[in-house]
C-alpha cells in the first residue's frame, strides 16, 4: 500500500490534539487511523494518541487470523472501537485532568480491493475516484444533524457558531455507536482521511484537483496541508492519503 | 489557587462553583475590604488573539451594568495566563438548584422572580447589550429571595466562535432561541425567549423540551410548539401560560416587541380584569392554518369554572385558583350551553344591554391630546402615560394603549397611554483606534442600516479604525443610518522578488522602485555565484512586504581560495641527432638541426590541449616545470620532444609531498 500521513499544529493552536498512523500485517493488509482529540481541559491529545495507538495494537492482534469478508472487517471495527472507547472512557473517569476527553476517529481497512471504515465525529473519509470526490462519511455533528433535518441550509450551516459541537465522541461516553462503511478500492482511486482542520478550509472539489494532479503523495499531502494554513490554520490539520498499490510508481 | 493573591489585591478564600469554561472562587478585596466572586477563565487564549479581545469586550461593556437584579462587574483582569473577572459575591444558590428544591412554583411566587428577571434584562437592553445565554444556571438567588442575572454575553462570546471542538452540549440548548439553535444572531428577542422559557420551568418544575441529544432539543425548539403549562397545572390562570406562548413564539415578531412590555404584562397577568383572556394566538397571517381556533379551546370553555367566566352579567371577581374539573363529562351538552350563552351576550351586546361596559377605542398614532379626549369621550380615565421610542409611531404619536383597542373594559376604569418618543436614537461612540470586525458585529445588534468599510493603506494594523461617519457623540437612529468606517488595510505590501544574480547597481535600482531597505549583510565566497552578485536574501522572495522593510542580503565575492600545492621537477631534455642523415655526421660540429619541445600542463591554471611552452632545442636541456594543484584537483604534465614522450606524469592534490 502506498500512503503518506503528515500532522501539523496549524498556526494559531499550543497543543496539536490530532493522532494519525498507517499499520500494515504481512499478508498486505493495512490500517489507517486518523483521530482529533478534544476536552477535558488539555487532555484531547491524550485522547487522540490512545484511540490510534490502541488501534494499532489491535490491529496488531490479527497476524493469526485476518478477517476475510466486509461482515467480519465491521464486526472487528466494531469490536475494537468499543474497546478503544471503553479504555479511554475508563481513563477519563480516573483523573479529574482527563474528565470529559475524547476524540473523533476514522479508521480505514485496506486488503486487497476492499476498504472497510469505521467512522466516529467530525473527522472524514473521501475517496477520489476517476476524476471524482465523494465524501463517504457523514459528520456526527450537530450542525450536521440540523441540516439533515432540514431546520438550516448549507450556507447557514457553514458559518453557524456551533459548527464546533460534535454529537459523538469516541471515550466521551461509556458506550459507542460506530458508522460503518464498506467500498471497492481499485487501482487509481485515492482514499483521503483528514481532520476538520483540513475539511473546514479546503473544499472537496480543490482537494480533488490537488489529490488527482503530479506529484508524489507526500507532496500532495504536503500542499493540501499548506494551503489550510494560508487560510487561516486556526486548528490542528492532519491528512492520510493512500493510493492503490496498483496505481504505479507515478503515484508515489 | 486558594492563598493565591491576584492582582495584588484579591486573596483567594475558597471554591465557589465550576463550570464547563470556569472556576468561580469567592476572594477577598484588600484595597475595598469586601468579598467578591472572581471567575477564573478556564481557557487557553494564547494565539486567539480575537477571542481574548472579544472576551475583554464582552466582560467590559457588561461592567456597565448597573442594576438591583445584575451582578455587577467590578473588573476584568489579566494575570499572566490568567484571565478573570471580578464580581459582586452573591451569597445563596442558583436558580436552577432553588428550582430543584423549591419547584414547581405557583404563579404567585413565580411572577415575583420574573419580573425581576424581566427587569434587569431590559435594563440591559435598554443599554445595548444582549445577554445570549439566559437559563437558571446563570442566576443567582440571595438568602432574601432577590435574583440576579449573571454572564452577560460572556459564556457565549467564548463558546460560539472557538474552534474547539466540544461534546457536552446537551446542558446548552435547553433555553436557546429557535434563531440561536439555527445558527443566527442572538437578539434581544432571543433572551426574551430564554426568559419564556426560565418562566416554564419555574411553574412547572421542569423544561418544555427534552430529550437524548442536543440536536433533539435543539429540534424541538425549532418544530414544536411550546407545550401548555395548563396541561399539568389547570389552575395557572391562561393568562399567565399566554405570557410563555407570547414570549417562546417561534418567529422573533410574534414576541414581545421589548422586555418592558413582557414586564407590563406579567405585572398584569393576575388581575382579575384578565380572568377571561384567550389562549394566545399567532396572528391569522401566518402559513400555519389555524381554522379552528373556537373547537381548539373547547376543552378550557366546558370547565365549569370558566363557563362562569365568560357570563357578562356576573360580574363577581371569580377565584384565580381554578379548582380542576371535577367529572369529565359529555362535551357536547356544555358546548351548546357555551354557544346559548355566547349567542346571548351577542344579542344583549347588541341592543345596548351592556351600558356599563365600554370599547377602548382605537387612538394610535393619534397626538397624545386627542388620544386622552378620545378615550375619556368614550368613559375612560387616563392611569399613567409613559413616554417611549417607537419603531412605528412618529415623536408625540400614541403608540400602544393598556387595554389595547377592541377591549372591553367598565366604564370609569384607567387606560395607560404609551407615547412616542419617535424611534429610538443612539448616541454613536467614537470607534477609532477600534477594530472594524468587531465594531460591525456589535453595531449589527443595533440595526443599522448598513455598516460599510473604506479601505485604505495606513500604517495601523489591518482592521483598524481610521475615521468613521457619523462622528463621534452625533445622536442617530440606527434603522436609517449608514456608517461608514475608514479602515486600514495594513501598510501596503509589495512582494518580494528573487534578488539573487543582482549586481549593486540593479539593487540600487530595485530598492528604488519597490521601496524596501536593501542592505548588503556580508560578502562572502560562493562557487556557483559570480563575484559582485547577490548569493541569498532574507526574508526569502515571494514574501508580501511592507514598504520600507528591511532585506538583507549577502554579496559572493567568487569562489573561496582553496589551499594549493606545488609539484616542481627539473626535466632533462636530451637533444639526439637524427641518426637517418648521414650528413650529420659529415658536417661534424656543423650546425645542429633544431628539435621542437613542447610541454604540457594540467593544473589550476592550465589544461591539456595547449602546449604551455613550445621551444626548439639543438642540445641537452634542463627544464623547471611547475604543476600548482588546488585541493581535491588532479594534474599532471607531459614532454614531448617531437613525437617522443620523454616524461610524464599524473597524480592527485594529496600525492604531493
Known amino acids: 500500500m502506498l500512503f503518506s500521513i503528515r500532522t501539523d499544529i496549524g498556526r494559531k493552536r499550543t497543543f496539536n490534539e490530532d493522532q494519525a498512523a498507517c499499520f500494515e500485517l504481512d499478508d498486505g493488509t493495512v490500517l489507517a487511523v486518523i483521530a482529533d482529540g478534544m476536552g477535558g481541559h488539555r487532555s484531547g491529545d491524550v485522547a487522540s494518541a490512545m484511540a490510534v495507538r490502541l488501534m494499532g495494537e489491535h490491529f496488531d492482534g490479527l497476524r493469526d487470523g485476518v478477517p476475510r469478508s466486509a461482515d467480519m472487517w465491521a464486526e472487528w471495527l466494531d469490536e475494537s472501537v468499543r474497546k478503544v472507547n471503553r479504555l479511554i472512557y475508563e481513563k477519563a473517569q480516573s483523573a479529574p485532568e482527563h474528565d470529559g476527553m475524547g476524540t473523533t476517529l476514522e479508521a480505514a481497512v485496506i486488503q486487497g480491493g476492499d476498504c472497510h471504515i469505521a467512522h466516529v465525529g467530525d473527522s472524514r473519509v473521501y475517496l477520489v475516484r476517476s476524476g471524482e470526490i465523494t465524501q463517504i462519511t457523514k459528520d456526527h455533528s450537530y450542525v450536521n444533524a440540523l441540516l439533515a433535518s432540514g431546520e438550516i441550509t448549507e450556507a447557514e450551516a457553514e458559518v453557524h457558531p456551533q459548527r464546533n459541537w460534535i454529537m459523538r465522541a469516541v471515550g466521551s461516553e461509556k458506550s459507542i455507536t460506530s458508522d460503518f462503511y464498506h467500498f471497492r478500492f481499485h487501482p487509481g482511486d485515492y482514499l483521503l482521511m483528514c481532520t476538520d482542520g483540513l475539511s473546514n478550509k479546503v473544499e472537496p472539489e480543490t482537494m480533488r484537483v490537488l489529490i488527482s494532479g503530479g506529484g508524489t503523495l507526500d507532496g500532495k499531502v504536503a500542499q493540501l496541508i499548506d494551503l489550510a494554513n494560508e487560510r487561516g490554520g486556526e486548528d490542528n490539520i492532519t491528512a492520510v492519503l493512500l493510493a492503490h498499490p496498483a496505481s504505479g510508481a507515478g503515484a508515489l | ?657
Open chain 2, 1 to 657: 489557587m486558594i492563598g493565591n493573591r491576584i492582582g495584588d489585591r484579591y486573596d483567594i478564600i475558597g471554591t465557589i462553583g465550576e463550570g464547563g469554561m470556569s472556576k468561580v472562587y469567592l476572594a477577598h478585596d484588600l484595597i475595598l475590604d469586601r468579598d467578591v466572586a472572581i471567575k477564573v477563565l478556564n481557557y487557553d487564549f494564547a494565539h486567539e488573539e480575537e477571542l481574548k479581545r472579544r472576551f475583554q469586550r464582552e466582560a467590559l461593556s457588561a461592567t456597565s451594568l448597573t442594576h438591583p437584579n445584575i451582578v455587577n462587574i467590578f473588573d476584568v483582569g489579566e494575570e499572566d495566563e490568567l484571565h478573570y473577572l471580578v464580581m459582586e459575591y452573591v451569597k445563596g444558590m442558583t436558580l436552577k438548584r432553588y428550582i430543584l428544591e423549591n419547584g414547581p412554583l405557583p404563579p404567585e411566587k413565580a411572577i415575583p422572580i420574573m419580573l425581576q428577571l424581566v427587569a434587569a434584562i431590559s435594563n440591559a437592553h435598554h443599554n445595548g447589550i444582549v445577554h445570549r445565554d439566559v437559563k437558571p444556571q446563570n442566576i443567582l438567588m440571595d438568602e432574601e429571595g432577590n435574583v440576579k442575572i449573571t454572564d452577560f454575553g460572556i459564556a457565549m462570546a467564548l463558546t460560539a466562535t472557538s474552534h474547539t471542538k466540544t461534546n457536552s452540549v446537551l446542558g446548552t440548548v435547553h433555553y436557546l432561541s429557535p434563531e440561536q439553535a439555527r445558527g443566527g444572531m442572538a437578539t434581544k428577542k432571543s433572551d426574551i425567549y430564554s426568559l419564556g422559557i426560565v418562566f416554564y420551568e419555574l411553574l412547572t418544575g421542569k423544561l418544555p423540551f427534552s430529550a437524548e441529544s442536543a440536536v433533539a432539543v435543539a429540534l424541538k425548539h425549532l418544530q414544536e410548539e411550546t407545550p401548555s403549562v395548563r396541561a399539568e397545572f389547570p389552575a395557572i390562570p391562561q393568562s399567565v401560560e399566554n405570557i410563555i406562548l407570547k414570549a417562546t413564539a417561534k418567529d422573533p415578531r410574534h414576541r414581545y416587541v421589548s422586555a418592558d412590555e413582557m414586564y407590563d404584562d406579567l405585572q398584569t397577568s393576575l388581575d382579575p380584569s384578565r380572568h377571561d383572556e384567550t389562549k394566545f394566538a399567532l396572528p391569522f397571517d401566518e402559513d400555519e392554518t389555524r381554522a379552528l381556533p373556537v373547537i381548539k379551546d373547547v376543552p378550557h370553555l366546558i370547565d365549569p369554572e370558566d363557563t362562569v367566566k365568560i357570563e357578562p352579567v356576573k360580574p363577581a371577581p371569580v377565584q384565580p385558583a381554578a379548582k380542576p374539573a371535577k367529572k369529565k363529562r359529555k362535551k357536547w351538552p356544555w358546548l351548546l350551553v357555551v354557544l346559548l350563552l355566547i349567542a346571548a351576550g351577542a344579542v344583549l351586546y347588541l341592543t345596548g344591554v351592556f351600558d356599563r361596559k365600554v370599547t377602548v377605542p382605537n387612538v394610535l398614532g393619534k397626538s397624545e391630546a386627542d388620544a386622552i379626549a378620545l378615550l375619556e369621550d368614550s368613559g375612560f380615565t387616563i392611569d399613567d402615560k409613559l413616554e417611549q421610542p417607537s419603531e412605528e409611531y412618529e415623536s408625540g404619536e400614541v403608540f400602544r394603549t393598556i387595554p389595547e383597542a377592541g377591549k372591553e373594559r367598565d366604564k370609569g376604569s384607567a387606560v395607560k397611554l404609551y407615547v412616542s418618543t419617535g424611534k429610538e436614537t443612539m448616541t454613536f461612540s467614537d470607534y477609532k483606534g477600534r477594530e472594524f470586525k468587531s465594531v460591525k458585529e456589535r453595531l449589527d445588534t443595533y440595526g443599522f442600516r448598513s455598516v460599510v468599510p473604506e479601505e485604505v493603506y495606513d500604517d495601523k494594523p489591518a482592521g483598524t479604525i481610521l475615521d468613521q461617519d457619523p462622528e463621534p457623540e452625533s445622536e442617530v437612529v440606527p434603522s436609517e443610518t449608514d456608517v461608514i468606517f475608514t479602515v486600514s488595510k495594513g501598510p501596503e505590501l509589495v512582494t518580494l522578488e528573487s534578488l539573487i544574480g543582482y549586481t549593486d547597481d540593479q539593487l540600487t535600482k530595485y530598492a528604488k522602485s519597490s521601496g524596501f531597505n536593501i542592505t548588503v549583510k556580508k560578502r562572502t565566497h560562493s562557487d556557483s555565484i559570480p563575484a559582485g552578485q547577490v548569493m541569498s536574501q532574507d526574508p526569502s522572495a515571494g514574501q508580501s512586504l511592507p514598504i520600507g522593510a528591511e532585506i538583507s542580503v549577502i554579496v559572493s565575492k567568487g569562489p573561496a581560495q582553496k589551499p594549493v600545492k606545488l609539484y616542481a621537477k627539473r626535466i632533462k631534455i636530451p637533444y639526439e641527432a637524427e641518426d637517418t642523415d648521414d650528413s650529420s655526421e659529415d658536417g661534424g660540429d656543423e650546425e645542429r638541426a633544431p628539435q621542437t619541445v613542447r610541454i604540457y600542463i594540467q593544473d589550476r591554471s592550465h589544461s591539456m590541449t595547449d602546449p604551455v611552452e613550445e621551444f626548439e632545442i639543438t642540445e641537452d636541456t634542463e627544464k623547471q616545470i611547475t604543476v600548482e594543484l588546488e585541493e581535491g584537483q588532479r594534474g599532471g604534465y607531459k614532454v614531448l620532444r617531437g613525437t617522443t614522450i620523454i616524461d610524464e606524469k599524473t597524480f592527485d592534490y594529496k600525492d604531493i609531498q
